[in-house]
């Protein structure tokens, strides 16, 4: 990068300079024609004023000034009553010349021709005078390609020192210009470190500083979640590996063998509820990356919920719980498979982590433009220390009871992801002892 930043300075600065180099040389040009026209009108009116422009009198004046300038005296049919350097018997008619022509009309014309050929051009200026006649007096002058190249050399010289100049200047300027950049890359762990000269680089700095730490956030999310993976699913094998091993070497009775097969099953269920979580995760986690994938109609929530409560009784009644619905028809943009898994998963943890004869109430109401699902309950509640972390992956704050339950630890994980999905705002109030709610707010605003 800075190899190609360093490239572009340079070929912008000799850019300028030729442009720059261009543009002087034209004015320059500009101003000596201007310089020269103004010479020839003075000469002309200097003539005049002297009276000396008759034909008489100029055959009379013996030196007359031959050298840098051409005079010629036309009378008023165009014809050339006299010129100084060619012989006027043998020059055609200047009527339609254009200098001759404005003269004429105006008092005074001027015009200037090129000659390619000898790299010249010529600049004429004529002044009409009281008898009727015409004066022009001109001059030759080197044309702008002939002075480039008489001061090729010295321009050469001019523009190769400004090359060397500003190759120097934009190595430099490119240093100053990377090396916050390159300070950022060297100490994105220490952002303390990292002093910015420029700033209108802070935002990009900032940025990249932040991109940087959701990076190894993400890096050591995916380790600890690998890492809790291996843990989850050594432990249920473990567990089958061990009661198979006995059961195949005939070392346990037949009542230890039920009892042996009972735990195989449970851990085998288990098992599978572990990778489907994890696959579901997984999937939601390309879901959050990409959210135009997931497919989003107008569902009714109250058919959802109403629904996912009715088939939760029976785990309810499993565990002395009682599980109630309450709401009207609520029409929301959404997946109906994701917000089934989210209903579903709130009332399982609710109806888990309960007393004996606990209650979970399910609401659903609407307000203006807003749905608000409730999922209540009475039961062991959460600390206040940890209520931050009840959404991370496997994080149990009962683990004992979790297992026992049955519990991956990932059903809140799952639930702050769909809700993420679908652009909803989760919040959660809960006290030990007291009981737990988590309120989804889904406003069609926010899709």
């Not at 639930?415 to 006290?431: P, Y």
Request: hydrophobic content about 40%; glycine content about 6%; aromatic content about 6%.
């Amino acid at each position: 990068m800075k190899k190609r930043i360093n490239v572009q300075l340079a070929v912008i600065s000799m850019m300028a300079v030729v442009v720059t180099v261009a543009f002087i040389m034209g004015i320059y040009y500009r101003m000596t024609q201007q310089q020269v026209m103004q010479q020839l009108q003075y000469e002309a009116e200097l003539l005049a004023d002297i009276g000396i422009v008759t034909e008489e009198k100029l055959n009379a004046i013996e030196d007359m000034p031959d050298g840098q300038y051409r005079i010629t005296l036309i009378d008023d049919e165009g014809k050339v009553l006299w010129d100084n350097k060619v012989d006027e018997s043998q020059m055609e008619n200047h009527r339609e010349r254009p200098e001759i022509a404005d003269a004429f009309t105006n008092g005074i014309g001027q015009s200037m021709r090129h000659s390619y050929t000898l790299e010249k051009t010529t600049f004429y200026f004529a002044k009409l005078l009281e008898n009727g006649t015409v004066l022009r007096i001109s001059r030759e002058s080197q044309s702008v390609l002939a002075m480039c190249m008489q001061m090729l050399p010295a321009i050469g010289i001019c523009i190769g020192l400004l090359m060397i100049v500003c190759l120097v200047a934009a190595r430099i300027m490119t240093k100053k210009l990377v090396a916050p950049i390159e300070a950022v890359a060297e100490n994105l762990d220490n952002p303390d470190a990292v002093t910015v000269a420029y700033k209108e680089m802070l935002p990009f700095v900032t940025k990249i500083q932040q991109q940087h730490a959701d990076l190894m956030k993400s890096s050591k999310m995916r380790r600890d979640f690998t890492a809790n993976v291996s843990h989850e699913l050594k432990t249920p094998l473990t567990v089958i590996s061990g009661y198979a091993e006995l059961m195949e070497h005939r070392m346990a009775s037949e009542e230890d063998t039920t009892r042996f097969a009972a735990e195989i099953h449970r851990n085998a269920d288990r098992l599978l509820v572990l990778i489907n979580d994890i696959l579901q995760l997984s999937e939601l986690d390309v879901c959050s990356d990409s959210s135009d994938i997931v497919p989003m109609d107008e569902v009714d929530l109250h058919t959802i919920a109403s629904q996912c409560v009715e088939r939760l009784k029976v785990s309810a009644k499993k565990n002395q719980v009682t599980i109630e619905y309450e709401g009207g028809p609520a029409i929301i943009t959404g997946n109906r498979e994701m917000l089934e898994q989210v209903i579903t998963n709130l009332c399982d943890n609710a109806i888990r982590y309960n007393h004996t004869s606990g209650k979970v109430w399910v609401t659903l109401k609407k307000m203006d433009a807003d749905v608000y699902l409730s999922v209540k309950d009475n039961g062991i509640g959460i600390p206040k220390d940890k209520q931050e972390r009840v959404f991370e992956r496997f994080y149990r704050v009962d683990k004992s009871r979790s297992k026992a339950s049955g519990g991956t630890g990932l059903g809140l994980a799952i639930v702050k992801h769909i809700v993420g999905i679908h652009k909803a705002k989760l919040e959660m109030t809960s006290e030990v002892g007291v009981g737990t709610e988590i309120v989804i707010r889904f406003s069609e605003s926010d899709l």
